[in-house]
């Protein structure tokens, strides 16, 4: 007798950090535990070994916000994702863009989701060691935290020391993510899916 395993599909959609730059990107390759895809995946193979999942990684290195959103509303038939994980805005802020619009781009966003009743996460701006960016990240995480309350998986504090981007946690740019930042990525998501999928379950 065959044994079907149910595949739980997960679209994770973004930028840079969502790729997995600098060691891997979606469409050419590279080190896969430069993902948080990839350690979240594990996370959830464990906790719920029934299953199988797919983390589908969306990540486009360069993106605004504005970008992000016109591929989400571009992807034919979002019901065969279980939920959506969102992740932008990291170079608007660092191309001068106001908060106010690229708030209401995630919540453009946010609320497509809900409209074809798939969950979305939304996924805080880590710290950026930038001179004078900092707390324009600040500014865009708490509209995001105040809006979206438990849909918010909060990677800020988690990759944060002292208002900058821990060094372990960064490939020395001051942005982007080295691979034990992307692991640390994944242990602050993984409690949001865990919850999400146990109440799916029920």
Known sequence: MISMTQVK?????????TA???QFDPHFGGIPEST???????DLLKKFPEFSFELVNEGVCGEFSSDILHRLLSIPNLSKYSCVLFWGGANDIGMGRKIKVIWQTIEEAYE????NRIECFVFTIPPMN?????????????????NLKSNVIDVYP???EEGRLKSRFGVGDGVHLSIQGYKAVA????????????????
């Open 130 to 146: 930038i001179s004078g960016l900092q707390k324009y990240v600040l500014k865009l995480n708490q509209l995001i935290h105040t």
């Open 158 to 160: 988690k990759l944060m």
């Open 112 to 115: 497509y989701c809900n409209s």
């Open 36 to 42: 948080y895809e990839f350690w979240l995946e594990v």
């Open 187 to 202: 242990e602050v998501a993984f409690p949001k899916l865990t919850e999400f999928f146990n109440n799916r379950l029920q």
């Open 20 to 22: 997995g730059f600098p």
């Open 9 to 17: 599909k997960v679209l994770c959609i973004g930028n840079s950090h």
